[in-house]
């Protein structure tokens, strides 16, 4: 399972016990599909434990932006004609090339198109890389913007098989006290 780089990789220790085999897991709290919350950029933001069920179940859009190169622009999000509260999952070319390796060159949300999403209030955005933000930009405003504003974040979405359109999501991260993040499962559910 690939990670972001400088994030713990995932060791699997297989324990025999007495009558049973058990498994020693070691990962980071941003590994695989996971949430991020206030407390992933904000010292004070909270943490994993007061995530919303109701924003993290629910209707949901998956919006097709695997025509943008590099960075989903709010000209590309004007497209998509979005409205209030909706929860959206970003589909980009990330998703097409698979999760068997890291790539520097992802797609991502860039600042500005993070602050437009603000004015929709969206329950949570979700996008298919491991980190919504382009990596080693300055620019920390799709974290910070959506944060800040209480907007859940999920990435690392594998969106391969999944065509743009309305479908019921079930994001389920685990339950840890004071994390600023966690891995979950999420799942699509056609409408």
Not at 16 to 38: N, R, W, Y
Not at 150 to 174: K, M, W
């Amino acid at each position: 399972m690939p990670v972001y780089p400088g994030n713990p990789h995932v060791i699997i220790k297989p324990k025999k016990g007495a009558t049973s085999m058990h498994s020693e897991i070691t990962f980071g709290s941003h590994t695989g599909t996971h949430l991020d919350v206030p407390k992933h950029v904000f010292k004070n933001g909270w943490g994993i434990e007061k995530a919303s069920l109701a924003k993290l179940i629910g209707p949901c859009r998956v919006i097709d932006m695997t025509g943008c190169k590099d960075a989903i622009g709010t000209s590309d999000l004007k497209k998509a004609r979005i409205k209030k509260g909706e929860r959206l999952l970003l589909k980009t070319k990330n998703s097409a090339r698979g999760f068997k390796k890291f790539y520097n060159d992802y797609a991502y949300l860039d600042g500005d198109a993070a602050e437009y999403l603000l004015a929709f209030k969206p329950a949570l955005v979700g996008i298919d890389s491991l980190s919504i933000k382009q990596r080693g930009s300055p620019d920390n405003r799709p974290h910070t913007a959506l944060l800040q504003k209480g907007v859940l974040i999920v990435e690392g979405l594998n969106l391969r098989s999944v065509s743009a359109g309305a479908y019921e999501l079930v994001c389920l991260p685990l339950l840890f006290t004071g994390l600023d993040g966690s891995p979950a499962r999420a799942i699509l559910i056609k409408r």
